[in-house]
C-alpha cells in the first residue's frame, strides 16, 4: 500500500479548500468570477492585483517586502496601485497602446513588479525574460513578439546592444537604475525621471476576458522556443488557486521563490498572491541555505512555494535550519519537476510540516494537479486535479486509460488560465488540441484513489532544475562553434537537478578534443544561452544516430548513455 502523510488537524485549522470532493462535484468556473473585480464583463488582471486592495481596507497593507542583497524595501498596495499608474503613465505617453508587447529584463527588483502591472493596465501585453538570458535567448524572444519597449538596467542592456540593430521592432530602452537620468543615453529613457513626471492616477484599460494579458517563451523539441499568450480571465484560476492549493490567508506572508521570468514567478510570485491580498516576499541573490532561512525567519513567512531542486540543495545542508527560528512557517508547496518522496519526508523532519506537490505549466498559466492541505499527502505523487477541471490519462488517440495504466496526461481543454494562443504560431497552437483535450506532453497515471504519478516528458524537452530546455537551441547554439559540425542533445538524470543537459558533438575536420577545446565550447555556449541551458557534459563522438531524413534521433543518445534498449531503429539511417 501507497504510503500516506496525515497531517495533524493543528497544522492547517482552517484550509480554504475545506471539502475537496464537494468541491470537485459542484464547482463551477463561472461561480468564481465574483472573487474578481470586472466592469460590466469586461476586467484586468492588475486592476484585481493591487488597485482593488488600495481602494479597500488593504490599502496600507505590505503587498511586496523586497529583499536584495545589501538592502530592503516594502510596498503597500496603495503604492503599488499609484507606481504602476505611473508606469502606466509614462507608457502611455511614449505611444504604447493595447496589444502593443512591452518587455522586462531585469532581475528580481520592484521595478519587475511595478512594470509588469503597469504595462497590463494600459492594455499592453507584458513579457518576462529571465536575466540570465545571453544575447540569443533575447533575440529570440524579441524578434518573435515585436517587442517595441523594454524595461531593463545599465548593466543588462549591454546584452541587448549586442543584438539591437536586428530588432527592427524595438524602438527605446527604459533603464530603471539610473537616477536623476544620469548614466542613461540620448536615445533611452530614464524610468527615475519618467516616473517622477508621470501622473499617478491612471484609467486602467478595461479588457474582455480573452484580451492577451502576458507572454512567456517556453522550450519545445523542435524550433524556437514559443510565445505562449495568457489571457486576463487567466486571474480567476490564479486567484482560486492560490487560495485552494497555497491556501494563503488574510495575515499570511507568502515567499514564492520562482523568478518572474518564469511562469511561477508571474502567475503565483504575483498575479495570484496579490490578487488573493496577501504579503509577497521577494528575495533577489544567489541561493544560499543560510539566507534563504533567514528570509524565513526575517519576514516570518507562512507559505512557501519554491521547487524540487531547490528543497534538495537545502536537504544537503541538514543543518542550516538550526540556527533559525522557522516556526512561522504554516505550508509548503512545490512545482516544476517531481518531487520525490524523500524530500517531502525531509520537510516532515526538518521543518515539521510534508511538502505539497503540484503540477501544472506555462501552458496552463496556472496549478492544475496538486497536494492539498485538507487531504492526505501522497509523498511522491503529484496529487488530485484541482475542481473545475478533468484531468485524465488518455492514448494517442485520446481515449481514457484504465486507471494504474501509463498514458498521455490530458485536460479537457477549458479551463480560464489555459493559454490564448502561440504568438504567430497557430500551427503550433493546435498541435496541442486533440478530440477535445489539451494534451500536456508529459506521461503519468491515475491511481485507483484518484492521485496522478509523473512519469516523464512524452517529448524530448529537458527539466533541468526545474527549467525547461529544448535541445534543439542548445544543439543551435553549440554548432554555431567553429569546431563543431552536429551537436545532439539530452537529459540525463541527475540525483540534484532532476536532469542535467549533455551533448553528444561531432568534430569539425582539423580539430582534435581537447579539454581546451571543450572549456572553450563550454564558454562559447554560456554567452549564447542562458546559463542553466548550457550543457554540464559533452562528449565527442564520430557519428549521431539519425533517421533516414537526416533527424538526430536523441532517443538513441539517452537510451546509449543510459544503457538502456535501443528500441525500433527501422527508420534509422543505415
Ligand atoms: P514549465 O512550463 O517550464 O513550467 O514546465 C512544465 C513541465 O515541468 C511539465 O510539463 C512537467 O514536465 C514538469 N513539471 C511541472 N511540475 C511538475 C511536477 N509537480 N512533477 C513532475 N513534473 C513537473
Not at 497593507?61 to 545589501?70: N, R
Not at 486576463?232 to 486567484?239: C, F, G, P, S, Y
Not at 492544475?368 to 499527502?377: F, G, K, R
Not at 546559463?531 to 543518445?557: C, N, Q, W
Amino acid at each position: 500500500m501507497e504510503q500516506i502523510i496525515k497531517k495533524p488537524a493543528n497544522i492547517i485549522p482552517r484550509p480554504n479548500l475545506r471539502d475537496y470532493d464537494d468541491a470537485l462535484e459542484t464547482f463551477k468556473w463561472e461561480s468564481a468570477y465574483d472573487q474578481v473585480e470586472w466592469f460590466d464583463g469586461k476586467l484586468n488582471a492588475a486592476y484585481n492585483a493591487v488597485d482593488r486592495h488600495a481602494k479597500s481596507h488593504r490599502r496600507d497593507k505590505v503587498a511586496l517586502y523586497w529583499q536584495g542583497v545589501d538592502r530592503n524595501e516594502k510596498y503597500t498596495f496603495f503604492e503599488m496601485s499609484r507606481l504602476s499608474n505611473r508606469f502606466a503613465n509614462v507608457l502611455t505617453d511614449l505611444g504604447i497602446e493595447k496589444h502593443d508587447r512591452v518587455f522586462i529584463f531585469l532581475p528580481r527588483v520592484p521595478e519587475t513588479y511595478i512594470s509588469f502591472l503597469g504595462i497590463l493596465k494600459t492594455g499592453a501585453i507584458a513579457g518576462t525574460m529571465f536575466s540570465a538570458f545571453g544575447p540569443e535567448g533575447l533575440y529570440d524572444r524579441l524578434h518573435n513578439s515585436g517587442a517595441r519597449y523594454l524595461i531593463t538596467n545599465s548593466s543588462l542592456k549591454e546584452r541587448v546592444y549586442q543584438i539591437k540593430d536586428d530588432l527592427v521592432d524595438l524602438e527605446r530602452l527604459i533603464i530603471v537604475d539610473c537616477d536623476d537620468g544620469v548614466g542613461v543615453a540620448d536615445d533611452e529613457v530614464s524610468y527615475t525621471e519618467a516616473m517622477k513626471n508621470a501622473s499617478e492616477t491612471f484609467d486602467t484599460v478595461q479588457m474582455l476576458p480573452d484580451d492577451p494579458a502576458f507572454m512567456l517563451y517556453t522550450s519545445g523539441t523542435t524550433g524556437k522556443p514559443k510565445g505562449v499568450v495568457h489571457r486576463h480571465l487567466a486571474i480567476v484560476q490564479q486567484h482560486v488557486t492560490t487560495k485552494w492549493v497555497l491556501d494563503l490567508h488574510e495575515d499570511d506572508i507568502y515567499w514564492c521563490t520562482a523568478d518572474p521570468g518564469w511562469v511561477t514567478g508571474i502567475s503565483y510570485g504575483l498575479l495570484g498572491p496579490f490578487s488573493c491580498g496577501a504579503s509577497v516576499v521577494v528575495y533577489d541573490g544567489r541561493f544560499d541555505p543560510e539566507v534563504w532561512y533567514s528570509v524565513i525567519e526575517k519576514y516570518q513567512v507562512n507559505v512557501w512555494y519554491s521547487a524540487p531542486t531547490a528543497f534538495r540543495l537545502l536537504a544537503q545542508a541538514p543543518d542550516a535550519h538550526k540556527s533559525h527560528d522557522l516556526s512561522s512557517l504554516r505550508h509548503i508547496c512545490s512545482v516544476g519537476e517531481p518531487l520525490n518522496s524523500e524530500i517531502v519526508h525531509w520537510g516532515v523532519r526538518t521543518f515539521g510540516l510534508p511538502i505539497h506537490d503540484n503540477f501544472w505549466q506555462t501552458e496552463t498559466g496556472g496549478i492544475l494537479i496538486a497536494n492539498y492541505p485538507s487531504l492526505p499527502i501522497k509523498p511522491g505523487w503529484m496529487g488530485k486535479p484541482i475542481p473545475g477541471i478533468k484531468a485524465a490519462i488518455v492514448d494517442d488517440s485520446g481515449c481514457e486509460v484504465a486507471r494504474g495504466v501509463e498514458g498521455n496526461l490530458a485536460l479537457v481543454a477549458d479551463f480560464p488560465s489555459l493559454m490564448l494562443t502561440i504568438w504567430k504560431n497557430s500551427a503550433k497552437y493546435r498541435e496541442y488540441f486533440s478530440g477535445g483535450w489539451y494534451f500536456t506532453g508529459d506521461r503519468a497515471v491515475q491511481h485507483e484513489d484518484g492521485y496522478f504519478l509523473f512519469i516523464g516528458r512524452a517529448d524530448d524537452v529537458i527539466n533541468t532544475s526545474g527549467e525547461r530546455v529544448g535541445p534543439f537551441e542548445v544543439e543551435s547554439a553549440l554548432i554555431e562553434h567553429p569546431a563543431i559540425v552536429e551537436a545532439g542533445v539530452i537529459g540525463k538524470p541527475d540525483a540534484l537537478r532532476g536532469e542535467i543537459i549533455k551533448a553528444f558533438v561531432v568534430l569539425a575536420p582539423g580539430y582534435e578534443p581537447s579539454d581546451e577545446l571543450t572549456s572553450d565550447v563550454k564558454r562559447f555556449v554560456k554567452t549564447r544561452l542562458a546559463g542553466h541551458a548550457y550543457p554540464r557534459e559533452f562528449e565527442i563522438v564520430d557519428t549521431l544516430p539519425k533517421t533516414r531524413s537526416g533527424k538526430i534521433v536523441r532517443r538513441m543518445l539517452r537510451a546509449k548513455e543510459l544503457g538502456l534498449p535501443i528500441g525500433d531503429v527501422s527508420t534509422l539511417e543505415e
